[in-house]
């Protein structure tokens, strides 16, 4: 059975785990999801790791909602560092998955997060089952979560 | 018993860690506190690492107060930096209680230092001894030291 | 048999890892390509760290399109400190081939890509076979898929 | 006889190493001093290391001027992470003492540099040998070279 | 017999390597010198690391010439962090030799070059033989390929 890790954040606004597990267990089967749950974004690069390496993840993905002053900003970029970090003293891939609280409002941004928590998902499956699948769509303009921009014409 | 530890600043203005500390006695038996205090928060990284690899520390505070100026802001940019460093060494949470000095002026900075200080503090108990407790707070916009955000709608 | 790995991405708006391969087989032989393709460029570190050791490439290029808002620019600059972060820990050089999406538009821009991820593959080949022939080019002002700029005169 | 290591570089404009030099000679017994120059402040961090890894070196000072340009910003961004990055390879504390070139001018510019370096060769004083009045001094806003911010209130 | 390794760049608009190498060979016997060239400034931090790894350098030299625009000095923080790496992760000095192409104009900017290149060739001569001269210099304001700033007064 393939464990795979889920870590996501109380500072979040939506609860993108749940929405990206559901989109987990509707289309597979065998695999075995631990979630762990962190105050802000930059406690996930470490929770993913300890997930992957106390745990045995095969991979994970980590759940994010950056605010929208400067301040914000610098918090996503060190915890992106933080998870790429993670992801290289390790071998495992670790899906980012946020959402900055500015790009859309209310509903729409409800709608957002879980777009792009079940578009992950996706392409997490995808990687695990059938990687050819994910060079299908290499160069085709993805966009999870918004309509996919599409390739350059 | 389970070591705790708590690194801080002598160039912040507020101390928090003493809220902290306060919070934690009053709310958990069987914690051993040990905290040590550096100049700045560039100090804080390799503070946190000795409390955990050179003092058994199973999981870490660190305090601190970036200043109002841009090199201030860089400052903490590379602190926290070091901090998810830390973490990713040592596979130990550190939670990093930083309040900008122009996040609130006064009495009313002091405040959020110190309700800062203690709901982080609420936050270690709940990841130490009730994790499932931080799950069922996932995307409720948590807001430590302010009202929460609350999840969108 | 040399093995060469090739990550690339789902996100970015035109096949650049497929120019490279037809440039790479057009003007070598005794190469085994192998390429992966992952959602984003911020997955191109560790997707190259696995090809050079799981795969035991001996080179490798990712190829990615960061788009053209402030927090694309910071998802570059990420993925770019983890690029070379990968080539740090496997003494690997990994050829980092990104067009950021405002560097043209439409036909133009889709031409800048191919000749980019071109230009690039004759970096490598280079490298691999006759790494005099980079020497002979130092300080000439080469541009991949632009107008060199030339030498300061 | 404990060691302690001090980097500074050619790059700045004020000797502040040899004002640390005659605060520590001046206020301890039983410290032996290793110094070393580099060219700029991107070069200290490797400088430290040494100190710390082939000269067995306790504790070091970092001395530096960063330039006003933003060039120069960057440039003490690297390097603040670099020394971070040092330390926490090491378990050692480096105490970095920057002084930017534009937080004063001429002489008063000297003065701030020779009082950081005092006051922050009293931290390392107080670091190795008496800890505890460091925390005394937890949250007192303390500004080296400056008059202190003090507590908010 | 001692090496140096010096890795330059295809993208730079001025050889400064040879310059550096012309200094070195005027000026010190007994110097193998060691030089493989990139393509552009991210490549440079591995190729150094390599230099001092599998070829034994003792030190290095990295040469480089980041464009003008934003996009461009995102780049050169991205080299310098990595150059830092490099020499926290070889305990060896690597000497970056960088100039932006905004410094200067047409046949200053190639000046400027040269004489940077071989200052930062003296800088390397006297760390390794007279390290005591570099220190006679701290804190003077050197500038390489400019004149001194020289010490506040």
Redesign the interface.
């Known amino acids: 059975m393939m464990k795979i890790g889920l870590a996501?954040?109380?500072?979040?606004?939506?609860?993108?785990?749940?929405d990206a597990i559901n989109e987990l267990k509707s289309n597979t089967t065998g695999l075995k999801l631990i979630?762990?749950?962190?105050?802000g974004i930059?406690?996930l690069?470490?929770?993913c790791?300890?997930l992957i390496?106390?745990e045995s993840c095969e991979m994970c993905m980590a759940f994010g909602m950056p605010g929208p002053d400067?301040?914000d900003?610098?918090?996503?970029?060190?915890?992106?560092?933080?998870?790429?970090?993670?992801?290289?003293?390790t071998?495992?891939?670790?899906?980012?998955v946020f959402v900055?609280e500015d790009e859309a409002e209310?509903?729409e941004?409800?709608t957002l997060?879980e777009n792009r928590a079940r578009e992950?998902a996706q392409?997490l499956i995808r990687?695990l089952t059938h990687?050819e699948k994910?060079?299908k769509?290499?160069?085709?303009?993805?966009?999870?979560g918004f309509k996919d921009?599409?390739?350059?014409?």
Chains 1, 2, 3, 4, 5 share one sequence.
């Open positions: 996501d954040t109380t500072f979040a606004r939506h609860d993108m785990a749940s979630r762990v749950t962190v105050p930059k406690d690069p470490v929770a790791k300890k390496e106390e400067p301040k900003k610098v918090t996503a970029q060190v915890a992106s560092t933080g998870l790429v970090q993670a992801q290289l003293m071998n495992t891939h670790i899906l980012e900055h209310g509903k941004l409800a997060c992950h392409n990687m990687p994910m060079t769509r290499a160069g085709t303009g993805q966009r999870e921009a599409g390739p350059v014409k």
